[in-house]
T-cell receptor
Framework: ETGVTQSPTHLIKTRGQQVTLRCSSQ?????VSWYQQALGQGPQFIFQ???????GRGNFPPRFSGLQFPNYSSELNVNALELDDSALYLC??????????FGSGTRLTVV | LAKTTQPISMDSYEGQEVNITCSHN???????ITWYQQFPSQGPRFIIQ?????VTNEVASLFIPADRKSSTLSLPRVSLSDTAVYYC????????????WGAGTKLIIKP
């Protein structure tokens, strides 16, 4: 079985730009969550999708948005990038919300 | 949402048993205790989950006292490759996305 795959692995963007990060969930998993992890801190929950519907959101502004597709893959979109958005973005998938499997993340640097 | 407290860092030596304790005084009836391991520039990896008493798998044991206000992750005979950050999480598996991640415990194994 394949794990969670995220792309790209690294990305550099300029402040004010928009970015799209992608995630392929583990085979058989129908739930995808996205996290932001700043250096030296634990992951912070951004939002979760279950069967293409957002069913949970953390304390992030609306410029953080997402999608889940019929094959359960997912995208995280961030508009109007700020310097503080520089972080490791993690995608995690699960079957019904239990025992998440994480990808290796996308390292986003905003300059 | 239950919060957890765990040591910021710990040191040990190869071949030793390592115990990391997590305090969760406000744990709710439906909450489970889950531990994840994270290596640098990788996503967290599920280690073990339990509700009460003792749980053991191929990599670790989890000890939970009767009052469930704390838990101890036990790693038998650690090796250098066990150097990582360990996160203790408390939450209802039915709504796992609501888990709050702290900064974790940075475990350093020395030769």
């Amino acid at each position: 079985e394949t794990g969670v795959t995220q792309s790209p692995t690294h990305l550099i963007k300029t402040r004010g730009q928009q970015v799209t990060l992608r995630c392929s969930s583990q085979s058989g998993h129908n739930t995808v969550s996205w996290y932001q992890q700043a250096l030296g801190q634990g992951p912070q929950f951004i939002f979760q999708y279950y069967r293409e519907e957002e069913n949970g959101r953390g304390n992030f502004p609306p410029r953080f948005s997402g999608l889940q597709f019929p094959n359960y893959s997912s995208e995280l979109n961030v508009n109007a990038l700020e310097l503080d958005d520089s972080a490791l973005y993690l995608c995690a998938s699960s079957l019904g919300g239990e025992r998440y499997t994480f990808g290796s993340g996308t390292r986003l640097t905003v300059v | 949402l239950a919060k957890t407290t765990q040591p910021i860092s710990m040191d040990s030596y190869e071949g030793q048993e390592v115990n990391i304790t997590c305090s969760h005084n406000n744990i709710a009836t439906n909450d489970y205790i889950t531990w994840y391991q994270q290596f640098p520039s990788q996503g967290p990896r599920f280690i073990i989950q339990g509700y009460k008493t003792k749980v053991t798998n191929e990599v670790a044991s989890l000890f939970i006292p009767a009052d469930r206000k704390s838990s101890t992750l036990s790693l038998p005979r650690v090796s250098l490759s066990d150097t990582a950050v360990y996160y203790c999480l408390v939450g209802d598996p039915a709504s796992n996305y609501q888990l709050i991640w702290g900064a974790g415990t940075k475990l350093i194994i020395k030769p």
